[in-house]
């Protein structure tokens, strides 16, 4: 059953937010990325009920269920050069997993670099882009969904799913419109430090797990030792070197 997502509920919690919603819309990237380009303020919020070119990261698609799940693009104007995007991406999975916990009480696991998971299966997604000045922060997460397509059923989860009930769509949006803006803010005033810390305290992926990470042509195996300063994942090699994972999807190893 798909339930109308209230946006004025949403609205009347955030009065000074710029927040175009759409009922449908290919993605909410390419609204976000326009209305930076048109010079929008930081913290405008571009959301969908449905999005029916959802993107994930490696230009896959993300499944988009209409009424189900929160679609958004937020506008982040902050004085980050272009190389601290790996740890915004970080930042942004923690201010998600907050939002999550404050919500609905459900705690998540991170996996590196942006992956929220309920009982190791996704629940949410963080998609990256520079926009001029802007960081195009676009977070998808399963909220009320009962079932995936067949091809997702294994991998994806949902906060429904992992709770055993439905939650409120507008409370969640609006406590991860704070929780992004308070992790931001973080990031701004003490530098990347304590996101790395947070980050490694709330991801079991950080340190000690052993882990395959497709490198597209290869498949690398081996035990995580931690982040690097940028925010990359340090790898001990199972053929007994050190290697910096700066992209690819990173799976537990049985
Ligand atoms: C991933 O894990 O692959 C990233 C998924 C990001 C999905 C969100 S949904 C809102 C925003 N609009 C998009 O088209 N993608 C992001």
Redesign the pocket.
């Known amino acids: 059953m798909t339930v109308p997502f209230d946006i004025e509920r949403v609205k009347s919690s955030l009065p000074d937010r710029r927040i175009d919603w759409y009922p449908s819309v290919g993605?909410?990237?390419t609204e976000a990325s326009r209305l930076a380009a048109d010079d929008c303020p930081s913290g405008t919020v571009v959301g969908a009920d449905e999005?029916t070119a959802?993107?994930?990261?490696y230009g896959?698609t993300?499944h988009?269920e209409p009424g189900a799940g929160i679609?958004?693009?937020i506008v982040l104007r902050y004085p980050f050069s272009p190389d601290a995007l790996p740890v915004v991406t970080l930042a942004l999975g923690l201010a998600t997993a907050e939002a999550i916990l404050k919500t609905t009480d459900l705690a998540c696991d991170l996996r590196w670099p942006?992956?929220v998971l309920i009982q190791s299966r996704k629940c949410g997604?963080?998609?990256t882009q520079i926009e001029g000045s802007a960081i195009i922060a676009?977070?998808?997460i399963n909220v009320n969904h009962s079932a995936f397509p067949q091809d997702l059923s294994v991998v994806a989860t949902s906060l429904r799913i992992g709770s055993g009930r439905t939650h409120s769509r507008e409370r969640l949006l609006v406590e991860l419109i704070h929780s992004v803006e308070s992790f931001c803010s973080l990031l701004e005033k003490e530098g990347r430090a304590p996101i790395l810390a947070m980050f490694t305290r709330a991801s079991s992926f950080v340190t000690g797990r052993k882990v395959s990470v497709d490198q597209g042509e290869v498949m690398l195996r081996g035990t995580t030792a931690g982040l690097t300063e940028s925010g990359f994942l340090i790898l001990h090699g199972d053929d007994g070197k050190s290697n910096v994972i700066i992209a690819g999807g990173v799976r537990p190893c049985s």
């Open positions: 993605s909410t990237m999005q959802g993107l994930g990261r896959r993300w988009s679609y958004v693009s942006n992956d997604g963080i998609l676009g977070i998808g």
